[in-house]
């Protein structure tokens, strides 16, 4: 029996048949689980030395599936809720082998049921200040191409909050410039679509960024490319986040001193910025496409900036101006195709 070709074949019937029609399950998903895999082949790779066409379901014991897990926290640095995300798709694999191949698959299923699912520690969002923001928009020389293309998208996910997926997908017909006012239809979670307008500054970027690329006409093209796709995925969103931001500690060593951020943080400090400008919870739900206000609730107990503004607020009534005093002197003191 070809036990290569086992794994490969099941693997590419996965996603390109069992995913996307008999599950129905969303573009998204399906590109969130390929991604999943193609770390597994790349961990693989490096540990073992064995190539992507020399994986066999015998290789993907309890080991490799482990110390797959554990090298995306240590070496690549993920949180606890993408660990999750890639065993929860090599559990949805390893479902589906059982019932083509039991035998050759038994191992690798035994191995994903012995890895547990870990419980994320609760931790507060990280978020930008203004002055942080500030910095990081202007940081891109709008000069060049790539700089032009990451202000654009920087001010975009300020602007309208969206997720690093969301802004993958845009398209020029996502856009919709009306007079003075911009609208952008973005798909969330679960396929559901969302309208929002964005700021006028940003509205005016977008639509030179356009121009500027020659693509104000044809509605099927990505906004944002990278420099070899025509599609930019999450990861080139990342590696935007981590250039700017490294310029952006060395040249403001005061600001910028949370330990991590990511291209989420960006959609935080939108939510986090509309609460203590005063917009409604209800408006930010909708807004950020929260399927639930109990998520956007968390927002409320996060805005430290609302807080200090009522802490002022409340010094500025209660605690008149009085005259000085003076106190006594203190003491000093290489993948398939399939998966791409």
């Not at 547990?116 to 520690?121: A, L």
């Not at 997720?163 to 559901?192: H, M, P, S, W, Y």
Request: charged share 20%; net charge positive.
């Amino acid at each position: 029996m070809n036990r290569t070709s086992d794994f490969m074949d099941l693997l590419e019937t996965f996603f390109s048949e069992y995913m996307p029609y008999s599950k129905g399950l969303s573009v998204n998903t399906v590109r969130s689980y390929k991604y999943s895999f193609r770390l597994l082949i790349e961990y693989i790779y490096a540990k073992e030395n064995i190539a992507a066409d020399e994986i066999t379901f015998g290789q993907l014991n309890f080991d490799t599936v482990n110390g797959f897990l554990l090298w995306l926290e240590t070496d690549r640095k993920s949180s606890v809720s993408t660990r999750n995300l890639r065993l929860t798709a090599l559990s949805s694999f390893a479902d589906y082998t059982q019932n083509r191949n039991i035998d050759a698959a038994t191992i690798f299923m035994n191995a994903v049921k012995r890895v547990p699912v870990k419980t994320p520690s609760e931790k507060p969002r990280t978020v930008f200040t203004l002055d942080e923001v500030s910095v990081l928009l202007k940081l891109p020389d709008s000069r060049t191409a790539i700089g032009m293309r990451d202000k654009v998208l920087l001010n975009l996910m300020y602007a309208s909050g969206a997720r690093a997926q969301e802004i993958c997908d845009l398209t020029v017909c996502n856009i919709q410039f009306q007079n003075d006012v911009t609208k952008l239809t973005i798909t969330g979670k679960g396929n559901k679509t969302r309208r929002i307008i964005i700021a006028k500054p940003c509205a005016q970027l977008l639509k030179e960024y356009l121009a500027y690329r020659g693509i104000t006409s044809d509605l099927n093209r990505h906004i944002f490319s990278s420099q070899t796709h025509e599609y930019m995925t999450i990861s080139c969103i990342e590696e935007i986040y981590k250039k700017y931001l490294s310029l952006a500690k060395a040249q403001n060593p005061m600001l910028f001193r949370e330990a991590h951020y990511s291209p989420h943080t960006m959609r935080h400090t939108t939510a986090t910025h509309m609460l203590e400008a005063g917009v409604p919870l209800m408006a930010i739900k909708n807004f950020l496409g929260h399927s639930s206000v109990t998520t956007t609730q968390r927002y409320a107990e996060l805005s430290q900036g609302t807080i200090n503004k009522h802490i002022r607020d409340w010094n500025d009534r209660w605690f008149p101006v009085s005259e000085s005093v003076h106190p006594p002197e203190a003491p000093k003191n290489r993948l398939p195709d399939f998966l791409i």
